[in-house]
């Protein structure tokens, strides 16, 4: 009871704050919108700030799918062409009302914007950006060609708007309200869990997938959510101009939506609508110097070149970077929980259950047996270790348990589950946790941020909402020691640092089995003392380990059982100080047989 209350006293401040913003927020949009409608304007001064706001629709559906979860979508034109054709045609060929045909028009957006996603997204980098510029000039083709249903170059006029609407002074306040409202979201986005799963994904989709999120799924949500904005912003473009053709949805346009939020920043809508803006107000703001042939031109791409050369995070980008030096959050002032690990009851013993079973495991790159038909077990609450020479096929174990390599043949159990054919996710929501021997941490994000996203995944039990989850992330790097610089970025940290903020990671996921992938490389002498500590006080709250090291004084303080590794085959499995007595482990290690080292 008090714990609940303690909880609902500490949220209150910030959801109160939250609600304040918001109120500042929606009052400050009425009066803009209020202003751009009752302020005397010219009509092309109307005209320019319609295409802002609904090109700036368009360009926040990019700062989603790019500047969030970090995907190449070079065909927004497009999902932009679908939305107005949608209007364009839904309200003079088929008489429809505005809002069904905008509303037709998002959702065709979105039916093709999650299709090219489910599609295309396990490809990536330069093979992703070919497929949407096919895409895009597939649509423009059929534009340009369907002419019984698009009507050709000719392109479609006499596009009606709602009849509250009529006027384009009208028409440019709905338009502003709704980039206002979007706007606001997309702005919000980053800090729900769908938003920390797209920066994380974004930043490391190694990563991602072991710390529970489901990358694929993502990163089609991702696609998804920009073609449907990039829907809407089409269909107030139609409403707003009367008429649409083909050349305004071509390949061309979508490099200047994709230029539009690089300009402003990437990863803000604040940045798109500076980019948006810069694009269209900035050339129509130096016609006065096209009476000097090619002086237009030249200052308008010196002023683009220079943006990109000296704030490559755009305008924005560059802003945020300075003020983020002036004011970084308050410290939190109230101790963090205690970090709960495994269930009382769960020490190691001779009669204890299985946390994992290993049966028969192969891995084969072509004709590579880098894992050859392994077989151990890891008992419940003790720490085992899994070692061999260089190449022996250790990480490639630890990857084919984890789920990032498919195993050739073989079965895993986890806790008595099955979980040989799940993806690496899916293995984190049955209780897998996982570090890396290089380690991967979302680098644009926070330490508190990154152990968040551990904290995050289906099937951790740890409270329902945010505040929960900021909670258990605390602990997770009090655990550590590292709980004071929790809202630091991680690229601030020294490499020990945040070989324990991946430690902590793993550790707010709540896994019952936690691999460990060489986590002494890299360390000095006191780090690893540092270390060897953490993991003995992992181990007494009865987490169940499996650890991978080269440091033979780690394993052997922390290791009770020990698994041997050799050319991909186990040699030898069994307890710590019998294995490393065993000939076989020696000669492996020393390359002949053993007239001496004593590894104990």
């Known amino acids: ?51 802002t706001a609904t090109f700036g629709i368009a360009v926040f559906g990019l700062t989603i799918v790019l500047g969030l979860c970090g ?110 409202l979007i706007g606001y979201l997309v702005w919000r986005l980053p800090q729900t869990p769908l938003g920390r799963a797209m920066r994380a994904v974004r930043d490391n989709e190694l990563a991602a997938g072991v710390a529970g999120v489901d990358v694929y799924r993502v990163k089609v949500a991702a696609f998804a959510l920009s073609a449907v904005l990039g829907g809407i912003g089409g269909g107030l473009f139609a409403g707003g101009f009367a008429y649409v053709s083909p050349d305004q949805f071509s390949f061309a346009e979508s490099i200047v939506l994709i230029t539009m939020t690089l300009l402003g920043g990437v990863a803000s809508p604040v940045g798109a609508l500076i980019g948006t803006g810069l694009l269209i107000v900035l050339p129509e703001s130096l016609r006065f110097l096209k009476s000097v042939p090619g002086l237009y031109l030249a200052i308008y791409g010196l002023s683009i070149v220079l943006i990109i050369r000296y704030m490559p995070d755009g305008i924005w980008g560059f802003v945020q970077d300075r003020v983020r030096r002036w004011l970084a959050p308050p410290p939190f002032t109230d101790a963090p929980a205690d970090l709960m690990l495994a269930p009382p009851g769960q020490a190691a013993t001779a009669d204890a259950p299985m946390a994992l079973e290993v049966q028969g495991l192969a891995k084969h790159f072509g004709g590579v047996k880098a894992v050859d038909d392994i077989s151990f077990s890891v008992r419940r609450g003790s720490v085992h270790a899994l070692i061999g020479p260089n190449g022996s096929g250790k990480t490639t174990t630890l990857n084919v348990l984890s789920g990032i390599y498919t195993g050739t043949a073989g079965r895993i159990l986890l806790g008595g589950q099955d979980v040989t054919a799940l993806p690496p996710h899916a293995r984190t929501a049955a209780g897998l946790g996982r570090t890396f021997q290089n380690i991967r941490l979302f680098r644009s994000m926070t330490a508190l941020e990154n152990v968040i996203i551990g904290a995050e995944h289906p099937g951790n039990e740890i409270g329902k909402g945010h505040e929960a989850l900021v909670e258990r992330a605390r602990a997770a790097l009090a655990f550590v020691g590292l709980e004071a610089r929790a809202q630091e970025l991680v690229t601030g940290f020294s490499y020990g640092h945040q070989r324990l903020i991946e430690i902590a990671r793993a550790l707010a996921g709540n896994p019952t089995l936690l691999l460990l992938d060489e986590p ?81």
């Open 71 to 180: 995907q190449i979508n070079l065909a927004q034109a497009a999902f932009f062409g679908f939305g107005a054709y949608a209007v364009g045609l839904g309200t003079t060929d088929l008489h429809l009302n505005f809002w069904v045909a905008l509303a037709m028009g998002a959702a065709v957006a979105l039916v093709m914007g999650g299709f090219l996603g489910m599609t295309t997204l396990k490809l990536g980098g330069h093979y992703l950006a070919m497929v949407t510029i096919s895409f895009q000039q597939i649509v423009t083709l059929i534009m340009v060609n369907w002419i019984p249903v698009t009507h050709g170059p000719d392109g479609v006029g006499k596009i009606t708007r709602p009849e509250l609407f009529q006027s384009s002074q009208a028409f440019l306040g709905l338009c502003v309200a709704a980039m206002a």
């Open 520 to 600: 002494a490389a890299g360390l000095n002498s006191s780090e690893k003392v540092g270390l060897q500590d953490l993991l003995k006080r992992i181990a007494a709250k009865g987490l169940t380990i499996l650890i991978i090291d080269h440091d033979m004084t780690l394993v052997t303080e922390v290791a009770e059982r020990i698994t041997v590794l050799n050319f991909g085959r186990r040699i030898a499995d069994g307890v710590a100080a019998d294995v490393l007595r065993q000939p076989d482990v020696i000669a492996a290690y020393l390359g002949s047989e053993p007239d001496a080292p004593d590894f104990a």
């Open 1 to 51: 009871m008090n714990t609940a209350l303690h909880t609902a006293a500490k949220a209150a401040p910030k959801n109160t704050r939250g609600r304040n913003g918001a109120i500042a927020f929606a009052a400050l949009a009425a009066a803009v919108v209020a202003l751009v409608v009752l302020l005397p304007m010219q009509g092309y001064t109307v005209h320019i700030l319609v295409q």
